[in-house]
């Protein structure tokens, strides 16, 4: 396909790795943020491409991996009722709450169904006038113009039977969190490229200036996630701490200004709890007062989330790139894709999935 | 799920003036595809999609740069080659 297979050219990217090697003095550990990314790093080898000095640790870029349990809970309540449709990205299927997990509750009987996009959701509220049809809007900035125009259109159609359950993250102030605990030991950032495609780079000036940290805008093929690192390398050696967007064919400096008009239309900026980091302020949509009547936490009486259990995922740690995934003890023998333990296992951009998948025995 | 791919467009239907919907090819694979967020886009674009939007198009110009860098660093290398 265009604009895909070169990226993945082996001689490419032993090139960058070489240029990789010549530039490095000293040891340096840099995070990406994106699932995505992470996968391809471990799919295609590209950590075991680098020099011993470049440790990649994996970011919180899983949307899936970070919705709070409540949420998961929440959604398997509504899914359970009689009237109910519940519909979400195939990824939100298998990851486990409290108790069971969305697919569970589908092979049960519930109405639970996978749409490829939100406006699905809302074409499917339409043909089931009597039913109560609910979506999962889960995501990064990538996703919140699908799902904020999926609200704006159910309200511009009127559809009175739609609402979403809302566990939407932002990035920046993810990369602020890490930068700013106590045990943070990365140096530079692979920004995750599609992300920029909705907000621009505008946003990580102040955080490349405040903490003195390169940001590199990557993409997700492995010569562009190569050619991340290589800048991210000749920053760090240079002591220079800057925003620089490689990915431009895909990125540009602006922001996608009418996806922000819609965004900024249907959402606000709220605080959000992440899964196994705790909440962190500013860093998540809430849907704008005008659009409340579509929360699905408004709409329905749920029940109070139990208090946590105890439980031996170690997702926290992982999504903040302090545990390597093969480090959890319960990986690959008590958790695997198959009865997963926490959401980094389940879905398509957690770590510890990208890790059993592709690095077994 | 942040993922976004890179695809074609083949056709636009301008008929619903809130979802300006297009056909796009992936490799083959046609999907229905709202251009409302691409009001730039045209026939025969490259835009990248994710679930069911185009978030931009795709700068050719800009498609082989990461290869430009490439051919720098190569002639970067052969200077600092040339130097030992
Ligand atoms: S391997 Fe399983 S239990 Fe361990 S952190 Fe990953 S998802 Fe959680």
């Known amino acids: 396909m265009k604009y895909l297979d070169e990226y993945r050219d082996a001689d490419a990217a032993r090139r ?18 994106c699932g995505g990314q992470t996968h391809a790093i471990v799919k295609y080898g590209v950590d075991e491409l680098l020099p011993d000095g470049i440790t990649l640790v994996h970011g919180p870029g899983c949307p899936v991996c970070v919705t709070p349990i409540a949420k998961i809970d929440a959604a398997i309540e509504l899914a359970r009722r009689p009237n109910v449709i519940l519909t979400s990205f195939g990824d939100m299927l298998r990851v486990p709450g409290t108790e069971t997990d969305l697919l569970a509750v589908k092979a ?7 749409v490829y996009s939100p406006v699905d959701a ?8 009597d039913k109560e049809v609910i979506f999962f809007a889960v995501g990064f900035e990538t996703t919140a113009p699908a799902n904020a125009m999926a609200v704006y259109q159910a309200a511009r159609l009127d559809v009175p039977n739609f609402s979403v359950l809302v566990s939407h993250v932002l990035v920046p102030p993810a990369i602020e969190a890490i930068l ?54 000749r920053q760090l050696e240079a002591g220079r701490a800057e925003v620089e967007n490689p990915y431009n064919r895909v990125v540009r400096t602006e922001a ?36 409340e009547h579509f929360d699905a936490e408004r709409r329905f009486d749920l029940s109070p989330a139990p208090p946590a259990a105890e439980t031996e995922c170690q997702s926290g740690l992982v999504l ?16 695997t894709p198959d009865k997963p333990l926490g959401a980094p296992m389940v879905s398509n951009e957690g770590a510890c999935a990208a890790y059993y998948r592709y690095r077994r025995g | 799920m942040c993922l976004a791919v890179p695809g074609k ?27 409302a967020y691409t009001p730039e886009a045209k026939v025969e674009d490259y835009v990248i999609v994710h679930v069911g939007f185009a978030l931009r198009t795709i700068d050719e110009e800009e498609a082989n740069s990461v290869f430009e860098y490439l051919e720098q660093m190569g002639e970067l290398e052969e200077i600092r080659d040339g130097e030992t």
């Open chain 1, 16 to 33: 960058y790795a070489d240029a990789i090697a010549a530039a490095v003095t000293q040891p340096w550990t840099m995070m990406e943020i």
């Open chain 1, 108 to 114: 049960a009987g519930a109405d639970v169904r996978m």
């Open chain 1, 122 to 129: 809302v074409k499917i509220a339409r043909a089931n006038p």
């Open chain 1, 180 to 233: 700013s605990s106590p045990t943070n030991r990365v140096q530079a950032f692979l920004a995750a490229g599609h992300v920029c495609t909705v907000m621009g780079t505008g946003e990580y000036y102040p955080i490349a200036e405040k903490y003195h940290v390169p940001i590199v805008v990557t993409g997700f093929e492995p010569v562009d996630i190569l050619q991340g690192i290589l800048m991210a390398v």
């Open chain 1, 256 to 291: 996608n200004e009418t996806a922000l008009r819609i965004m900024g239309e249907v959402f606000r900026v709220g605080d959000r709890e992440w899964r196994g980091i705790g909440t962190i302020p500013q860093s998540g949509y809430e849907l704008a007062p005008d659009y």
């Open chain 1, 320 to 335: 903040q790139g302090v545990l390597k995934p093969c480090d959890c003890p319960a990986f690959g023998t008590r958790c």
């Open chain 2, 9 to 35: 467009v083949l056709s636009i239907d301008e008929s619903d003036p809130l979802m300006r919907m297009s056909k796009v090819s992936f490799g083959g694979i046609v999907k229905d595809i709202s251009l």
